[in-house]
Structure formats: structure tokens, C-alpha cells
């Protein structure tokens, strides 16, 4: 008997709770745990306890994230790239250096082809000299070009981005560097077609 009046009290107190707040559509519709409760909640120990699960978890952890990387190489996704390809105005760079056919990326053939022509030893010593002469003729003129692309590239990162952003640190040098590797060893991968107009 006082176990049934007991229950019953339970009972017509969350009725009476139901009436006083009654549940609402897209609300949470239960109280708001205390501070302490959601801080015990959130404790992690200082010192892990188990060594060997916490280093495969983060092993897990860093080859998930190379993947992704990987991934985001191909594609360009901007979330997982390393902090030196991150951000818009190195992806303006890429694409700015990947729409145009650069005499750089031809240097690294040139110098296959060219460094064994020098080192032979023939009978006309002039061939040596003529190879060496073209190799630096051909380095002269890739510089060249290279340099009035960065000029155009920097004119245009002031328009779009603000006078500032031709001034970030490293930005000409990672440019230079983009040119001067074949595009289809590029990382991360152009993501732009030759010819196309850079905006």
C-alpha cells in the first residue's frame, strides 16, 4: 500500500512536471546537466594507462591523415593539403603556374641530355663548349621567362587579393619551384589545363 502511494507520488509529480514544461518539437526537452556533471564527463587522465593502445591510436590517427593528404594532393582539396600548399592564394599561384607552358620545366630534361654531351671526349673540342654554351643560353632564357610570369602572377595576386598578399613569405620561391618541375610530376596536381585563363 505505501509503495503504491509512493509511485503514485512519482508519478503525479512527472505528470505534473509534463504539464508545467511540456515537450517541444526541435527543443532538447530535458534539463541542462550541472557544470561539475559535464566536467567529470569531459576529464581524460594526464598520463595514459594503457601505452600500447595509445600509440596505435595514434598511429591510426597519423595514417588516416596521410591518406587524406594523399588524396587531397590529387585533388586540391584545400582542408588536407601540408601548410606550405594551404590556403587561396597559393592555389592562385598553382594554377597561375600550371595555365602556362613554362621553358623551366624543360630545364631538368635539358641538363639529361645536355651534362653527358659535355663530358665527352671527342676529337672536335669545340662540341663540349657548344653544349656547355647552349645549356647556359637555355638556363638564361627559362630565368628570363620565369620572371616576367612572376611579375604578371604578382600584378594580379595584388588585383584579386589585396596589396598585401604579393608579400607573403616564400611566395616567389614556391612559384619558382612549381616551374621549374615537369607538370606532370607536380605536386599537388595541376587542377587547371594549359592555356586556361586564370581569374
Known amino acids: 500500500m505505501v ?4 509511485g503514485r507520488k512519482k508519478k503525479d509529480e512527472a505528470d505534473q ?16 546537466p550541472r557544470r561539475s556533471v559535464q566536467e567529470a564527463a569531459n576529464k581524460r587522465p594526464l598520463v595514459v594507462t594503457d601505452r600500447k593502445a595509445a600509440a596505435a591510436a595514434d598511429r591510426a590517427r597519423r595514417r588516416e591523415a596521410m591518406v587524406l593528404q594523399r588524396q587531397a594532393m590529387a585533388t586540391g582539396d584545400d582542408r588536407h593539403l601540408p601548410p606550405r600548399d594551404k590556403g587561396p592564394v597559393r592555389r592562385f599561384v598553382r594554377d597561375y603556374v600550371d595555365s602556362r607552358l613554362m621553358v623551366a620545366e624543360y630545364m631538368l630534361p ?3 641530355v ?3 654531351l659535355s663530358l ?3 676529337t ?5 663548349l657548344v653544349v656547355v654554351s647552349l645549356l647556359y643560353g637555355f638556363l638564361l632564357v627559362s630565368g628570363l621567362h620565369t620572371w616576367f610570369v ?19 613569405k616564400g611566395l616567389g620561391w614556391y612559384a619558382v619551384m612549381r616551374a621549374y618541375q615537369l607538370r606532370r610530376l607536380r605536386m599537388p596536381k595541376p587542377q587547371v589545363a594549359r592555356g586556361e585563363k586564370i581569374t
Open 120 to 122: 665527352l671526349q671527342t
Open 3 to 6: 509503495s503504491s502511494v509512493f
Open 110 to 112: 635539358m641538363m639529361i
Open 150 to 168: 612572376l611579375r604578371g602572377m604578382r600584378r594580379q595576386i595584388a588585383a584579386k587579393f589585396g596589396p598585401q598578399a604579393p608579400r607573403e
Open 124 to 128: 672536335w673540342a669545340w662540341v663540349p
Open 17 to 32: 512536471a509534463q504539464l508545467v514544461h511540456p515537450e517541444r518539437p526541435g527543443a532538447k526537452n530535458r534539463p541542462t
Open 114 to 116: 645536355v651534362l653527358p
